[in-house]
């Protein structure tokens, strides 16, 4: 979905994270990618494609040590009501999310290097 909604709205060349790209046309931060990502969840939801999953209001951590405040996208498990944060932040456009327990990434959670 990122992949043809970047390159109709030129956020195809999207670099994961904010400073990478910083400034570059089409740059995203973590609003942008959190919004569009529940978007994206939402219709899929509307198409039935979400069959074990609902759409949850987006979530924000504040600073942690050595980090700026974050945004997610979240998902929860009907089965067990757990919450997922669905990251696509961290990565360059058309990525695989990352899908990390929310309280996992509620506590600073980064993509392993």
């Known amino acids: 979905m ?11 060349k999207d670099l994961g994270g904010t400073f990478p790209g910083a400034g570059r046309a089409g740059q995203m ?6 919004t569009n990502t529940t978007t994206y969840l ?4 509307a198409q ?5 999953h609902s ?3 987006r979530m924000a951590r504040g600073f942690i040590p050595l980090s700026w405040p974050h945004t997610s996208a979240v ?3 009907l089965g067990t009501n757990q919450r997922y944060a669905v990251d696509s932040w ?4 058309g990525q695989v999310p990352f899908i990390v327990p929310l309280e996992i990434w509620k506590d600073g959670w980064k993509p392993p290097h």
């Open 42 to 45: 939402k219709l899929f939801a």
């Open 29 to 34: 931060d973590c609003i942008d990618e959190s």
């Open 90 to 93: 961290f990565l360059d456009n």
């Open 2 to 12: 990122e992949i043809w909604v970047g390159a109709h709205t030129g956020t195809d």
């Open 55 to 57: 759409v949850e209001p």
């Open 48 to 52: 039935g494609w979400l069959r074990n």
């Open 75 to 77: 998902i929860r498990e």
